[in-house]
């Protein structure tokens, strides 16, 4: 119960003393539960624990450059691990860059967050509870787990928030010249700036859900229409471009106020598209950052809005290519274009409308709100029906061009043939350049190094353009955060590993291959009845991926968090909510504390449950820094190849029987154990090896007998059914013969007896000798010595 | 098939991604006989297959005709599949690259059969950009000898077959001389 006991309070004989009690006072009476070790924790409180995580998951480097220019010292050949001027090595300048790269993703969702809160408490005010609808009483996981506090108003998240911006600029210094020399220092410094990015995702989230009335942990939400061919185009299309909802959040209102929402197709690119259907399921999803280019050079948008982030730097001169005006709204990105806010509308209109600027900055809600519509529909008056992309005449205009040279061949990202796709059209045959539109991620830096500047980009999507029109179909609008209820149902079936584990599709959109190859992984381990929870990109393209039927993975799957569920949580910043998911288990099913306690809870997640990121093609900094605050946490990630450019994974060392130990709370003793998870991150190449790799991560030192079984059936099954046979390690996961898949019992004993010399007793089939260790049912495995002390007392 | 004639001109080593640059060394682009001749003197060569196998039938052939001539295969990305429905028993079908990669920097590995560090690893079907990293991390953290057999160069192999993306045919071509000369 809230006590109204909030101020300041000057005693007046001691004048300078000020003391403020309402809000303590608050919090004590409300939350009993025992402030952990590491509130609010600097670069040093968890360190001890990342050093425990980063001596068994040893990074691993893959430099993209042998050499250092960060200072007027250089260039430095750091070639074969050498040190540079200032006195880095190769590695160290790596695990720097890595830092770096975090702090850039966390500092973005940061400053997203700071932004967000700041204009949400001046429009609602800061005691604006934080309501997450009657299923959520564990509002916000990973504050109360990193900082120690239970927020109760908008107003309470800047603490949080506060907390973050700090860590985040303490990280950054750390990066300067001259300052640390020792990788796992870095990777510690990673990991804690990546916890301050979810922590910053988190205070994101809350606020909008509890300021704009975003759906509430509803498994149910609406289905939207998602992908290319979505609009109508006989409207005028406004499409958002970006992260940050603030800014097309008014457009839908004044649409709504007006009833004008039917006149108007409003339509999103990346992570605003979600959110925008979070506030308005009118609202539609275009795609990801790949479709920028698409819609844009397809001269579908009217009128375009852009906020914040992965957003394309040419988006000005593209807009400007196809004449269409551009409203930049976000500091962050103001694009050189003029400051308007200070103008009046009619002026602003008037400049868009004739094109006596391609664009403008204004960030006034109220500004954007009038102006957006207006640009929009008299830009469609004007605009004269044209063919997408090119007319057939230019296409084969261009085609002919081609001289083969393959320059772009090898500037293309994917080294994409479209020289052989242009001597196939060059003859007739156009189906081998459609077949690029698959893979082609929109970069046109093709275009730029073509001698004979034929517009590459425009040509593969024109006759790709069947293909792209097809992708269309339903995304399940982002739903926030998971139940306590629904946790509370499958947190024991997770931890004792009957459902399988919780794969978590989490990222960009920079695929190895088609984008098809997404929704056959994710529905392999749907169809497998494991948790499949999503968000961002991925969230999206799977929206506009169908099946034989038409339907996409929404409509065959239902929207729970529960075995076989299909989880959209939202945006990027929703993401808060699938960390904040495991943690929820360790809480609410274990009832392990979570105020200011993260490496219990970290430790908890790591032993027990099974949840695995998986980001099939990640470019971004957020996405580096989202996955390593995963990776802190306890949860592995995969990642698909181009991943590797981020330089560094985590790949634990199997044969090292040193580095796989735990604290045993019921037997006291200190027991070694199968590589569980074996990798925090590790990248793989193709589809079928991500689902065997994903299969494999979900298992966990504390699965039961009956847990392992089943994630072992699922490990030899999908190996044998993607890789052609078992999988090499499938017997250090072997405890007893509880383990073994039913099915493959004998036919497994057999094999551990011949090919690793096993005991077996065949009379009972049992196991007598072999394993790294028995099956015990009461092993309560522990990394951390002060868990390991505390529980040992309380028995 | 036909030898490739000494008149014949090899392409020129270029990059696959021409961004992809180094101020140190770059690999030396082989013709098959030096490949033949670095996997006879070496002690612990292995052969690693990658994702291309699953879609290009003719690269599964050659791992195949290289396991026959007693070169151990380790299958990564799911080339196993079609390896072992050749007849091909790799060494290990479900580590990745990347794993393989961590492994060998590592000084007291002994290679997935016990038996001693791999000091040639040669590869085969891998996405260029992927192998290049790995190639990168072996470059500067390893030292085993590396060798690219795909139809792109990379640079950051100890030793790499020129590029060969224009001409498959002589890809093909080399691949075959090569198994030929073990
Ligand atoms: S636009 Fe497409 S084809 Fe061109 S370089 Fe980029 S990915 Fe390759
Ligand atoms: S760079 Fe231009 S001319 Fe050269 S192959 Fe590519 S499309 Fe053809």
Redesign the interface.
């Known amino acids: 119960m809230a006590i109204n006991l909030r101020g300041s309070f000057v005693l007046d004989e001691v004048k300078n003393v000020r003391i403020n009690i309402g809000k303590i006072v608050e919090e004590e009476m409300e939350w009993e539960e025992e402030t952990g070790p590491t509130p609010k924790p600097g670069i040093m409180e968890l360190r001890k624990w990342d050093r425990r995580l980063l001596e068994r998951y040893?990074p691993?480097?893959?430099?993209?450059?042998?050499?250092c220019n960060l200072c007027t010292m250089g260039?430095c050949?750091l070639?074969?691990?050498k040190r540079g001027a200032c006195g880095i090595n190769?590695?160290n300048t790596k695990a720097r860059l890595v830092t770096i790269a975090c702090s850039i993703g966390s500092a973005a969702h940061t400053a997203h967050a700071r932004h967000m809160l700041d204009h949400i408490i001046e429009e609602y005010g800061e005691d604006m509870p934080i309501d997450l609808g009657p299923d959520v009483n564990v509002e916000a996981p990973i504050i109360r787990t990193v900082i120690g506090i239970k927020p109760r108003t908008l107003g309470d998240l800047r603490e949080a928030l506060t907390w973050a911006e700090k860590e985040i600029v303490k990280v950054l210094h750390s990066t300067h010249i001259g300052n640390e020399e020792d990788i796992l220092d870095y990777e510690s410094k990673a990991m804690h700036v990546s916890m301050a990015d979810h922590v910053g995702m988190e205070v994101a989230d809350i606020a909008q859900i509890v300021a704009f009335n975003l759906p509430k942990a509803d498994p149910d939400t609406a289905l939207v229409d998602t992908g290319f061919g979505i609009v109508d185009k006989s409207k005028p299309v406004i499409v958002v471009v970006g992260h940050n909802v603030m800014y097309a959040r008014p457009v839908a209102d004044y649409l709504e106020e007006k009833g004008l929402s039917d006149k108007f197709e409003l339509a999103g690119l990346c992570c605003t598209s979600h959110d925008m259907t979070r506030y308005n399921a009118k609202a539609k999803i275009f795609g990801p950052i790949s479709y920028q280019l698409r819609v844009i050079r397809a001269g579908i948008p009217d009128v375009i809005i852009s906020d914040e982030q992965c957003i394309r730097a040419d988006l000005l001169s593209a807009c400007e290519e196809m004449a269409i005006p551009l409203i930049a709204t976000s500091d962050a990105a103001v694009r050189g274009l003029p400051n308007r806010n200070d103008d009046p509308v009619e002026d602003i209109i008037e400049d868009l409308i004739s094109g006596k600027t391609p664009g403008v900055f204004l960030s006034e809600p109220e500004k954007i709100a009038e102006v957006v519509p207006k640009v929009a529909e008299a830009v469609f008056k004007k605009k004269q029906e044209t063919e997408m992309f090119l007319t057939e005449d230019q296409l084969i205009e261009e085609v002919n061009k081609c001289t083969q040279c393959?320059n772009c061949?090898?500037?293309c990202?994917h080294?994409l043939r479209i020289d052989q796709g242009m001597e196939s059209a060059q003859k007739g045959d156009f189906s081998k350049l459609a077949s690029l539109e698959e893979v082609c991620i929109a970069c046109r830096k093709c275009e730029q190094v073509c001698p004979k500047d034929i517009k590459i980009l425009s040509v593969i999507m024109k006759t790709g353009l069947k293909g792209l029109l097809s992708k269309t179909g339903k995304t399940r609008v982002g739903r926030g955060p998971i139940q306590d209820t629904e946790i509370r149902k499958v947190g024991q079936p997770i931890v004792f590993g009957q459902i399988p584990g919780v794969i978590a599709a989490v990222g960009c959109t920079n695929y190895?291959d088609e984008m098809v190859d997404l929704r056959i992984i994710l529905d392999e381990f749907l169809r497998r009845r494991y948790i499949v929870v999503t968000s961002g990109c991925h969230a999206m393209d799977i929206g506009m991926l169908k099946d034989e039927e038409g339907k996409t993975l929404y409509e065959k799957y239902p929207g729970n968090f529960d075995a076989g569920g299909l989880v959209n949580v939202g945006s990027c910043v929703a993401n808060s909510h699938i960390a904040g998911a495991t943690i929820k288990i360790a809480n609410i099913f274990a009832m392990r504390p979570l105020r200011g306690n993260y490496a219990e809870i970290a430790d908890y997640i790591l032993n027990r449950v099974g949840a695995v990121g998986f980001s099939w093609g990640p470019y971004s900094h957020k996405a580096a820094s989202i996955a390593t605050g995963f990776n802190r946490l306890g949860v592995p990630v995969v990642v698909g190849?181009?991943g590797?450019?981020y330089?560094r994974?985590y790949?634990g060392?199997p044969?090292?029987k040193e580095n796989w130990w735990v604290y045993d709370i019921k037997t006291g003793k200190k027991v070694y154990i199968e590589p569980a998870p074996d990798?925090l991150l590790?990248?793989?190449?193709?589809?079928?090896?991500a689902i065997?790799?994903l299969a494999?991560l979900t298992i966990r030192p504390n699965d039961t007998g009956m847990g392992r079984q089943i994630k072992l059936t699922h490990y030899l099954e999908l190996?044998k059914k993607?890789?052609?046979?078992y999988?090499?390690?499938w017997p250090i996961y072997v405890r007893s013969e509880a383990d073994l898949p039913l099915r493959q019992k004998e036919e497994l004993l057999k094999i551990l007896e011949e090919e690793h010399g096993w005991k077996i007793d065949w009379n009972k089939k049992k196991i007598l000798e072999g394993p790294i260790r028995p099956l015990d049912p009461g092993f309560n495995p522990t990394l951390v010595e002060e868990v390991y002390d505390k529980y040992s007392r309380k028995k | 098939m036909t030898k490739v004639k000494k008149e014949e001109k090899y392409p020129v080593a270029?990059?696959?991604?021409?961004?992809?640059?180094?101020?140190?060394?770059e690999a030396q682009a082989v013709k098959p006989e030096v490949v033949a001749r670095l996997i006879k003197r070496a002690k612990r060569p292995v052969l690693v297959t990658?994702?291309y196998l699953?879609k290009e039938p003719e690269l599964v052939e050659f791992a195949a005709r290289m396991y026959e001539k007693g070169i151990p295969i380790v299958?990564?990305?799911?080339s196993?599949?079609?390896?072992?429905?050749k007849g091909v028993n790799p060494l290990?079908?479900?580590?990745?690259?990347?794993?393989f990669?961590?492994?060998m920097?590592?000084e007291?590995?002994q290679g997935?059969d016990g038996n001693g560090k791999y000091d040639l690893v040669l590869y085969l079907g891998?996405?260029?950009?992927?192998l290049s990293?790995?190639l990168?991390?072996l470059?500067?953290?390893a030292k085993v000898t590396t060798v690219s057999l795909d139809q792109?160069y990379q640079p950051h192999a100890k030793f790499s077959f020129t590029n060969l993306?224009?001409n498959k045919e002589m890809h093909y071509r080399m691949l075959d001389e090569l198994i030929n000369m073990l």
């Open positions: 040893e691993f480097y893959a430099p993209m450059q042998d050499f260039p050949d070639s074969g691990n190769l590695k393959m061949v090898f500037t990202p080294s190895p190849p181009h590797t450019k330089r994974a790949i060392k044969w090292k990798s590790l990248a793989v190449e193709t589809k079928e090896e065997v790799q494999k190996s993607y890789l052609g046979r999988p090499d390690d | 270029k990059r696959f991604d021409i961004a992809d640059i180094q101020v140190s060394r990658g994702g699953l299958a990564t990305g799911g196993s599949k079609p390896l072992i429905e290990v079908v479900s580590y990745t690259l990347h794993h990669t961590q492994y920097q590592d007291e590995w997935f891998f996405i260029p950009y992927l990293r790995m990168s991390s470059k500067h953290f792109f993306t224009r």
